[in-house]
């Protein structure tokens, strides 16, 4: 499947005298000397793999024959999308090492290596080195191909869909592309342990699907793509889906048991549990010994740059860490059924076990974890419930009702609501909040008082029949417009 992101580099090397099995058994021997691992020769080039030590990436160096030049191209196979010159740097080592060889090789030492490999040599008829280039058609069906589910490629073109979906949805709606603000990301399902905590579990998932930006997505969408076509067809739709989705509601419920204010969003925690899941896996023979030596290293890059990475301020790394430490457990569940693929039993039972058991540690999180933001959202919401109805009794004082009646609904009902929103602030008070929000329920206590002073002054004004309290009553006025001003200014910093 063409895909069209990876980094290459690609230079012609002439063979001048050299005859085609001259240049293949000196190319042979360059890749010994430079220790890359060689994994096809055939008779017009070969393909190796450059070394796999802990600090470098993996490449694919693929050598290929026509009309007497050379192509040497060296292609990475990581999910990096940037290669910083290392292609190039591959190329030019291989160039450099043929040249040195090329010099000090005699003729007959030649002949002699030849034979060494000629039985490896792939025959003629079944040389992938001979398939053509794709046209730009093809080329352009290759990347489209990539939305399109398949056998072996099936849950991961459609998780891919559904993120851009959604996030199609939200710039449609007035979302920013670029940078979508907090209530955008809310309004969407973001986790934020204030609202989640509060019985809205679903934004568990829902925030699995959302992406704080364009950039945001494409970088998650590709390592998607990439562990989904190397992991899919070894687990399974069911599983491959079980595993995304499990891992997806860990990740989230780190981040809610790490952070206290943290707005999280992004697939990237489900991601890297598939990559959790992914190395689980090659440390098993389920994986062909070839290519689990040319992936480890690559993934195990993958993952300590996004970790590291991940911590610079505004990316959710306690989200990643989840995601791997979970992918990685269950990856070691489903090795059993792995190794039995015949087996419904071992298909079924362990991703049923594996389901309950995040489900009962979601429940425990969530009734373990303190939401002191929660609950004062709560009594902030009351607040502001009570607020009105307070607010009611004053705005319907002309409307046909007798001076006594108003006056009496003042004393006797507002007067009271206005206590009981002392009470709720005084409740506030006692959680364990960030300072601004003791600053405001400070303001909100003045505010408070100073409707009872203004409640009860309008009250002597009707029922004793004068306008003596008047300046008294403008004086609290002032106070409270004040105070709301003050509060308005606050909430939009």
């Given amino acids: 499947m063409a895909i069209g992101f990876t980094p290459k580099h690609t230079e012609d090397y002439s063979l001048d005298n050299l005859t085609v099995y001259e240049f293949l058994t000196i190319a042979n021997e360059s890749v010994k000397a430079l220790e890359w691992e060689l994994v096809y020769i055939s008779n017009i080039g070969l393909i190796a793999y450059t070394n796999k030590s802990v600090f470098s990436r993996n490449f694919e160096v693929k050598i290929k024959i026509v009309d007497n030049i050379a192509d040497v191209t060296s292609s990475s196979i990581g999910s990096e999308i940037i290669d910083f010159g290392k292609n190039r740097k591959n190329v030019a080592t291989f160039i450099s090492e043929f040249n040195e060889l090329r010099s000090s090789l005699l003729p007959e030492e030649i002949a002699e290596k030849y034979l060494e490999i000629s039985d490896r040599i792939t025959a003629q008829d079944e040389d992938i080195l001979k398939l053509p ?24 073109p459609l998780l891919i869909n559904i993120n851009i979906l959604v ?24 986790n934020f342990r204030p609202i989640t905590l509060e019985g809205q579990w679903w934004r568990l998932i829902t925030s699995c699907f959302l992406h704080a930006g364009a950039l945001h997505l494409v970088f998650n969408m590709y390592a998607l793509l990439y562990i ?15 595993a995304y989705l499990l891992t997806g509601i860990i990740a989230s419920v780190t981040s809610l048991a790490w952070h206290d204010l943290t707005i999280s969003v992004g697939a990237s925690g489900a991601i890297f549990g ?51 430490l979970s992918g990685l457990i269950i990856g070691f569940v489903f090795i059993p059924g792995l190794k039995k693929p015949d087996s419904k039993e071992f298909k079924i039972w362990p991703i049923g076990a594996l389901a309950i058991s995040v489900s009962v540690l979601t429940f425990f999180v969530f009734k373990k974890l303190p939401n002191e933001l929660g609950k004062y959202d709560t009594l902030i919401k009351q607040f502001t419930v009570n607020e009105e109805k307070a607010l009611a009794i004053l705005n319907q004082k002309g409307e046909g009702k007798t001076k006594q009646r108003v006056a009496y609904e003042l004393k006797y009902e507002g007067v009271p609501i206005w206590n009981e929103e002392i009470k709720l602030v005084d409740e506030a008070e006692k959680l364990k909040i960030p300072d601004n929000f003791h600053k405001r329920d400070k303001k909100l206590r003045q505010y408070c008082e100073f409707r009872i002073k203004s409640y009860n002054l309008i009250y002597k004004v009707l029922d004793e029949n004068t306008y003596k309290y008047q300046s008294q009553i403008d004086s609290c006025n002032r106070e409270i417009t004040a105070i709301i001003e003050s509060l308005k200014s606050e909430s939009h910093e």
């Fill in 133 to 156: 280039p794709p046209t730009t058609i093809e080329s352009i069906k290759g990347f489209f191909s990539i939305f399109k589910p398949v056998i072996g490629y099936y849950i991961t």
């Fill in 167 to 190: 996030f199609a949805l939200m710039i449609i709606t007035g979302t920013n592309i670029l940078l979508p603000d907090n209530e955008s990301l809310l309004n969407w399902g973001a």
């Fill in 228 to 242: 989904g076509l190397l992991l899919e067809p070894h687990l399974g739709k069911l599983r491959f889906l079980s």
């Fill in 274 to 324: 598939m990559y959790g899941v992914f190395l689980a896996l090659l440390s098993t023979n389920i994986i062909e010994k070839a290519t689990r030596k040319a992936l480890l290293t690559s993934i195990g890059v993958f993952v300590v740059f996004n970790l590291m990475n991940g911590l610079k301020e505004g990316i959710d790394n306690s989200a990643h860490i989840g995601g791997l």
